[in-house]
């Protein structure tokens, strides 16, 4: 049975930067605040989560924005077998008021810094995954993904 890992993500541009998680281990680069969803959570409850415990900002959660697949069995060498099969549900957040992103007290092993990036410098820095040019059109089209919640749906009778 093949497992996929469910990874909520938070993705908030203000003043066209965007904030991203930096990390040094082996050199630096960055990721978008988010993580693994975990059990009794949905996955904006998972993406509020995970953006205070990486930046210890509070935001409202708000559409799906992207959506990346990293299927390790459709990559040609790049990475190993044994990596695991994922789907990154990012979604557009914002800072609540009075809200300020910073680097929690005990941060993830070898993250090192919260920064606000601003979109025309996202090609000058090493973003996993490499959604930069996504971000980049996204912050111009604002095309959403609206999530459909089943608890909120009207229940029918068979």
């Given at each position: 049975?093949?497992?996929?890992?469910?990874?909520?993500?938070?993705?908030?541009?203000?003043?066209?930067?965007?904030?991203?998680?930096?990390?040094?281990d082996?050199?630096?680069?960055?990721?978008?605040?988010?993580?693994?969803?975990?059990?009794?959570?949905t996955?904006?409850?998972?993406?509020a989560?995970?953006?205070?415990?990486?930046?210890?900002a509070?935001?409202?959660?708000?559409?799906?924005?992207?959506?990346?697949?990293?299927?390790?069995?459709?990559?040609?060498?790049?990475?190993?077998?044994?990596?695991?099969?994922?789907?990154?549900?990012?979604?557009?957040?914002?800072?609540?008021?009075?809200?300020?992103?910073?680097l929690?007290?005990?941060?993830?092993?070898?993250?090192?810094?919260?920064?606000?990036?601003?979109?025309?410098?996202?090609?000058?820095?090493?973003?996993?995954?490499?959604?930069?040019?996504e971000?980049?059109?996204?912050?111009?089209?604002?095309?959403?993904?609206?999530?459909?919640?089943?608890?909120?749906?009207e229940?029918?009778?068979?």
């Amino acid at each position: 049975m093949m497992h996929v890992r469910v990874r909520c993500t938070g993705l908030i541009i203000e003043n066209d930067s965007v904030l991203l998680v930096e990390y040094d281990d082996n050199g630096i680069h960055y990721n978008l605040p988010g993580g693994g969803l975990e059990q009794g959570e949905t996955v904006k409850e998972g993406v509020a989560r995970e953006v205070l415990e990486e930046t210890t900002a509070e935001v409202t959660v708000g559409p799906l924005a992207l959506v990346y697949e990293m299927a390790p069995h459709n990559q040609s060498g790049e990475y190993r077998e044994e990596a695991p099969h994922g789907i990154h549900l990012i979604f557009e957040c914002k800072l609540k008021e009075g809200s300020t992103p910073q680097l929690p007290i005990e941060p993830d092993l070898h993250q090192t810094a919260v920064k606000w990036v601003p979109l025309h410098d996202l090609d000058s820095i090493l973003l996993f995954p490499n959604i930069k040019n996504e971000i980049k059109a996204y912050a111009e089209n604002k095309k959403n993904i609206e999530l459909v919640e089943d608890h909120q749906l009207e229940r029918q009778v068979k």
